[in-house]
């Protein structure tokens, strides 16, 4: 697998409580950005290119379901009307 290197500059204030947080949760600096790299992506990552994600996939359900008696089934007791 090939690596990337990326090097940044933050303020002392971000570094330190980075470098505390990534302390208690018992991980290294290094471990601490990559982690924070990948949350980052992923939520503003564009997912537009992976057909999971594209809603015209034209998934069409088989069967029509019934929510109708989920409380009976689950808790033993009829939906309140």
Not at 3 to 13: A, G, L, N, Y
Not at 31 to 37: G, K, Q
């Amino acid at each position: 697998m090939k690596k990337r290197v990326i090097q940044t500059e933050v303020s002392p204030e971000v570094y330190e409580f980075v470098a505390r947080t990534a302390k208690a949760k018992g991980l290294s600096l290094k471990e601490a950005a990559r982690e924070a790299l990948r949350e980052w992506a992923t939520r503003n990552g564009d997912l537009s290119w992976d057909p999971l994600f594209d809603p015209g996939w034209g998934f069409k359900g088989g069967m029509k379901t019934d929510a109708s008696k989920v409380d009976e089934v689950l808790y033993g007791r009829k939906k309140r009307r």
